[in-house]
């Protein structure tokens, strides 16, 4: 059954009217008609299972059969943070890792960063950031939508790392000295259900000796994700698939 988040200015009495782009989607690209179910998500573990009553131009008025009680999202809390890949990459890593159970996403400037953000650009690009991750979320059934950040440095992400359980920092010379003790396995089973973690990678040119320095002198531990080095693109992914086998399944 598809989903869509919601407001609570949505909501009224029993009913719940869909607009825009997801009015669009349910009447043009999945083809609903009246009687139909779909599920409308207000807030984590608030789901609406609704009814179409009607489906006008513009929007779609559902009415509320019942809710119910699920929820979809990792026992842990992960922050991604990530230096700017090029191209198309990003938007694959927003994606999937929304899929994979991500909850918040932190785009980095970091020393080997190929990609520079232009700033008369960045709010179109957030616009389009944000559309890919909620269709993502839509897709995969989450209970929220991750949210994206702003564009951080090293030293700020330092000083936003406070709030967080866990910190620690993908380094491939760990993985090339076979660091065991460091690797994600050893971590993950140390990890308890509900923590924060936050977990910073670098862009294709890697993670300069200064930035690993500084990121260790607050706390940081520098892990390995195996004995054979990832892409940028693929190292969130198999992080976040680590997560879900370790504590999930």
């Not at 009015?23 to 609406?48: E, T, Y």
């Not at 932190?106 to 953000?117: A, F, G, N, T």
């Not at 030293?155 to 993985?175: G, M, N, P």
């Amino acid at each position: 059954m598809q989903r869509y988040f919601i407001h609570p200015t949505q909501i009224q009495n029993d009913s719940i009217v869909l607009e825009a782009g997801d009015a669009h989607h349910i009447k043009n690209v999945m083809r609903q008609k009246i009687g139909d179910r779909l599920l409308c998500v207000l807030a984590p573990n608030q789901v609406f299972e609704t009814e179409i009553l009607a489906l006008t131009d513009k929007t779609v008025e559902t009415k509320i059969i019942c809710e119910r009680t699920e929820n979809h999202e990792l026992p842990v809390n992960i922050t991604i943070a990530q230096g700017l890949p090029k191209g198309e990459k990003l938007e694959w890593v927003l994606q999937k890792g929304t899929e994979l159970g991500m909850h918040r996403y932190i785009p980095l400037q970091m020393e080997r960063s190929i990609v520079k953000i232009d700033q008369n650009k960045i709010e179109k690009r957030m616009l389009r950031w944000q559309k890919i991750i909620k269709e993502a979320a839509e897709q995969s059934q989450r209970n929220i939508i991750p949210e994206i950040s702003s564009v951080q440095t090293i030293r700020t992400l330092i000083i936003d790392s406070v709030q967080y359980t866990h910190k620690l920092i993908a380094y491939e010379e760990s993985a090339k000295k076979n660091e065991y003790t460091k690797n994600i396995r050893n971590i993950l089973c140390n990890i308890p259900a509900g923590a924060h973690i936050l977990m910073v990678f670098g862009p294709e040119g890697g993670i300069s000796i200064s930035e690993i320095e500084m990121c260790m002198q607050a706390g940081f531990i520098p892990c390995a994700l195996g004995p054979r080095i990832l892409r940028t693109e693929t190292a969130p992914l198999y992080f976040l698939s680590a997560v879900s086998y370790a504590l999930e399944l």
